[in-house]
């Protein structure tokens, strides 16, 4: 895909597109602000990183506890090699482009044409940022409707192509 083709939209059309009811459209904004928008836009308050932090955070423990679930027989070992790849930038950043937030990020003129938009780490930037801003707004369990099927449609690929295994 290049950088002419993607189609834009706004985080209302964003959270209508995936059915996810923010009260606090601000926030998701704030979500989906990276910090080269704030250079070009100086009535733009906050970037996305600080929600980036909370994200990180809420996705480390929601996919740890959903394995644990969902794994009964899987030892500890396992469970984290399991974890670290639903939760490296490369797994996140397919979440993001398979729900096409990328229509929604907020980004300087520059930062776009040095294809920004495409960026894996920017997008699982965003995808945390998005995570930590459901939380704030809709509480845990409406994180967990969110990711979880995600991580279940995900999991199986893991397995079968072994990337939760440590390449040593």
């Given at each position: 895909?290049?950088?002419?083709?993607?189609?834009?939209?706004?985080?209302q059309q964003l959270i209508d597109r995936l059915g996810v009811k923010f009260k606090d459209t601000l926030l998701l904004t704030r979500a989906l602000t990276h910090r080269s928008y704030l250079n070009e836009h100086p009535e733009a308050l906050e970037d996305n990183e600080r929600l980036e932090f909370l994200g990180d955070a809420v996705l480390d423990f929601l996919v740890g506890e959903?394995?644990?679930?969902?794994?009964?027989?899987?030892?500890?070992?396992?469970?984290?090699q399991m974890r670290s790849a639903?939760?490296?930038?490369?797994?996140?950043?397919?979440?993001?482009?398979?729900?096409?937030?990328?229509r929604a990020i907020r980004l300087g003129?520059?930062?776009?044409?040095?294809?920004?938009?495409?960026?894996?780490?920017?997008?699982?930037?965003?995808?945390?940022?998005?995570?930590?801003?459901?939380l704030l707004d809709l509480g845990i369990d409406k994180v967990k409707e969110f990711i979880y099927p995600?991580?279940?449609n995900s999991v199986m690929d893991i397995i079968k192509q072994h990337k939760n295994e440590d390449p040593k």
């Open positions: 895909m290049s950088k002419k083709e993607i189609v834009r939209e706004s985080p959903w394995l644990y679930n969902r794994f009964p027989e899987m030892e500890e070992g396992d469970l984290t639903l939760v490296q930038t490369n797994q996140l950043a397919d979440f993001a482009r398979n729900l096409k937030i990328e003129h520059g930062e776009v044409k040095s294809g920004g938009l495409l960026r894996k780490t920017l997008l699982c930037d965003v995808f945390e940022a998005f995570t930590g801003a459901m995600l991580l279940e």
